[in-house]
């Protein structure tokens, strides 16, 4: 009972918060707002570590049926039910402690951020109902309770990106995130729609139990519907997190407030895919051609975002293109079977890309809203703690040796190469992606921190205060250790932690896997280390190319700029994908919605609607005339009714 | 030829259109009046023709009843126009428009 109490107030005290400051504190400065809007985030967290390491971690699911949400009499005398349930498992467990965690550091880091807005109240309830509906995405134990949660983390990612709704570019890009999600959500819907057509029932585990008591029937007889419900999952999955080809509005949505960035656009809502992914790993393992499409997808998002990092002079534009491009490393590792390194990978991505936002954060205040890493330099003497937190992070991304970023991708790399559903060539672009990342992470780092000032007011520039800082510190620590979760079998002997620790519920598509055959190839001890030589190899290969090209600042790629032309501006426009969607899809929609409006609303709609009070309008008119007072009219009418009435009586 | 009674209701007629497009064409007031006397007197005429048709006496009897309505007509009618002319310094029909819907 206990347990069920805890998870119930993790989902509710959010929301609570999210009421207070709306209705209650709507008046209130910053400082309470940002109190009660933290406060409400931090004892979940609490509530989380305490649920997470009662029962959930000994393997045992803590389930809470708070009510029945839908219920329909069906047709043939059963009824169709939807309970509002939550579960608590060890999966939804770590996702819990990352979403409470980095979110009650964020929540603390945003109360400094946004001290200066007008009113700041409306900020922190979008963050904290942003929180519920992501808690509810992950503890939801069927797949309506998740879509609530998905809808809502759209929702209130629409809501924050359009923050500064006053600015025509970021509401265009508050509903660009939006519409590409909405596309995505159509998938998700249409997956759920064909799951119950074909299971009859959208619990996870009554979905899992019935799989496993006949994987056979299911890989044989349903292969159809099966690789249907996957394929419209990953347009589910591809719209929340970034993939191609629906990755466009990530960078865009980097017009929010920079902790929204953080919180949304790097650490939580952006890993609901990989959530999901791994949460019907089960169904998604029955089809290879589902398994291979992932694997594809992931691998050419991360290697295609690395590519336009290259040439973004934004600093959160480069973050978010390797946010796309991480997350593409998460989605390859479903994708090639290894399910569980995806999560590891979201547990150190959340880590160090919220520390590099919140980074990019503190250098955007410090330089009075300047982005542009062209005019920054040298700010390591200038903000000593942002500076090394950030290079934390950035050698955690770039996968450093040591660093937690180096273990989380070096198992997805292995994977790739020896998963279930793995091909050396899927290995081969992670690892040509590993070289990309380390070569623009560290160009960002050093146009930023190193060489000279290039600021107009340098002396300006100074840290920021304790709130920023210590989220930061705490997070650029996370940055390093987080990767102990997925230490490799090589070097402790033993299976690495995240491994063990999912199989309870990755253990279903284990089984399916072996039961179908897909075994993956066993590494030797030699080979891995061989791989990860070459992973450490061409991670220290960009990064000191980058050093070299960039020692001098910004003008060192001009020479790459010249040297490589028409490309280099094609990778600086982002590929032109934004141009060719809005040739092929925008513009066709937008013409055809014109032929709408002009043909089918103006003529016909509104002609009936305006039709019926025009004609009244000239009857009554001419009905009007006989009221003139003109003494002429009256003759007229008079004359010619009788005239009329004499044509009757004698005809 | 025609008879003399059916003459009579031809220029009866005739009399009629002529004070009917008077009373719709004119604007003054008192022309309108003089004629609606023509129609009167065109429908005076079509009763006496009718009467000398039939060889009876109905027809010049209304006769007598039109004029003496057509005289008290003329009377009131004078009056209201001049009580009119009075209340608004015209006597054309277009600026009489107070009874207007």
Redesign the interface.
């Known amino acids: 009972m206990q347990e069920q109490t805890l998870l119930t107030l993790i989902v509710l005290l959010p929301l609570l918060g999210a009421l207070i400051n709306a209705f209650v504190l709507r008046f209130a400065n910053v400082g309470v707002v940002c109190t009660v809007a933290t406060f409400v985030v931090a004892l979940p967290f609490v509530f989380s570590l305490m649920l997470f390491f009662g029962s959930v971690s000994e393997g045992t699911a803590v389930t809470v049926d708070l009510f029945n949400w839908i219920s329909v009499p069906l047709i043939n005398g059963k009824e169709f039910n939807i309970p509002f349930a939550l579960t608590a498992d060890r999966l939804s467990g770590i996702f819990l402690l990352v979403i409470t965690g980095v979110g009650s550091l964020i929540h603390l880091y945003s109360g400094e951020y946004m001290v200066h807005e007008k009113n700041p109240y409306r900020f922190f309830v979008y963050l904290n109902l942003f929180i519920v509906s992501m808690l509810l995405l992950v503890l939801g134990s069927n797949m309506l309770v998740t879509f609530l949660g998905w809808e809502g983390v759209g929702v209130c990612s629409y809501l924050l990106i359009g923050y500064w709704y006053e600015d025509k570019d970021n509401s265009m890009a508050a509903i660009k995130a939006f519409i590409a999600n909405r596309v995505g959500d159509a998938g998700f819907l249409i997956a759920m729609f064909l799951c119950y057509m074909l299971f009859k029932t959208i619990n996870y585990s009554e979905l899992a139990a019935i799989i496993a008591a006949s994987p056979q029937t299911f890989l044989a007889d349903h292969s159809i519907q099966i690789t249907l419900i996957g394929l419209c999952l990953l347009l589910g999955v591809a719209g929340k997190s970034a993939q191609i080809p629906l990755y466009t509005w990530l960078p865009d949505a980097m017009a929010g407030p920079t902790p929204v960035s953080a919180l949304i656009h790097a650490a939580t809502m952006v890993t609901s895919g990989i959530y999901l992914m791994n949460r019907v790993s089960y169904m998604l393992v029955l089809s290879p051609t589902v398994m291979t499409t992932i694997a594809i997808v992931g691998a050419a998002t991360a290697i295609l975002s690395a590519t336009i990092g290259f040439a973004q002079t934004d600093i959160k534009k480069v973050l978010a293109y390797s946010t796309c491009s991480q997350l593409g490393y998460m989605v390859l590792a479903c994708g090639v079977g290894a399910f569980q390194y995806g999560v590891s990978h979201v547990v150190t991505h959340a880590f160090f890309k919220a520390c590099l936002f919140l980074g990019a954060g503190s250098v955007i205040h410090a330089m009075h809203h300047e982005q542009d890493i062209r005019k920054m330099g040298g700010l390591l003497k200038k903000m000593p703690i942002t500076s090394v937190t950030f290079i934390i992070a950035t050698l955690a991304i770039i996968g450093f040796p040591g660093f937690s970023g180096f273990f989380s991708k070096d198992a997805i790399l292995a994977a790739a190469w020896s998963g279930p559903f793995g091909n050396p060539i899927f290995w081969f672009v992670g690892w040509i992606t590993a070289g990309f990342t380390a070569f623009y992470m560290l160009r960002l780092t050093w146009l930023v921190f190193f060489g000279t000032c290039r600021a107009e007011h340098p002396e300006h520039i100074h840290e920021t205060n304790i709130v920023i800082t210590l989220p930061l510190v705490l997070l650029a620590a996370l940055s390093i250790l987080g990767g102990l979760i997925a230490i490799p079998e090589v070097f402790t002997g033993k299976t690495d932690f995240i491994t063990q620790f999912l199989s309870p519920v990755l253990g279903q598509a284990q089984s399916v896997m072996n039961a179908a055959g897909f075994h993956g190839v066993h590494l030797s001890h030699t080979m891995e280390f061989g791989l990860m030589g070459a992973s450490v190899l061409i991670v220290l290969v960009g990064a000191l190319f980058a050093i070299s090209v960039y020692k001098n600042g910004p003008q060192g790629g001009d020479k790459f700029a010249k040297a490589f032309g028409p490309i280099y501006h094609l990778v600086r426009d982002k590929w032109r994908v934004d141009e060719f969607y809005e040739l092929i899809l925008i513009r066709p929609l937008a013409k055809f919605g014109r032929i709408l409006h002009s043909f089918i609303d103006k003529t016909i709609i509104e002609g009936v609607v305006n039709g019926i009070p025009e004609t009244l309008y000239t009857g009554t008119s001419v009905a009007?005339d006989a009221?003139?007072?003109?003494?002429?009219n009256y003759?007229?009418f008079i004359?010619i009714s009788v005239f009329i009435f004499g044509l009757i009586l004698f005809i | 030829m025609p008879s003399l009674p059916e003459l009579g209701i031809y220029f009866s007629l005739l009399l009629f259109i002529i004070g009917?497009f008077g009373?719709?064409l004119r604007?003054n007031l008192i022309f309108?009046m003089l004629s609606v006397e023509i129609m009167l007197n065109a429908a005076n005429l079509a009763f006496i023709s009718a009467s000398s048709m039939t060889h009876t006496m109905d027809g010049q009897v209304i006769m007598f009843f039109v004029m003496a309505v057509a005289a008290c007509e003329a009377g009131v009618g004078l009056a209201l126009i001049i009580s009119l002319y009075r209340a608004k310094s015209s006597v054309e029909?277009?600026d009489?428009?107070?009874?207007?819907?």
């Open positions: 009007s009221q003139t007072g003109m003494a002429r003759l007229k004359f | 009917l009373v719709m604007k309108m029909i277009d009489l428009r107070i009874l207007r819907g």
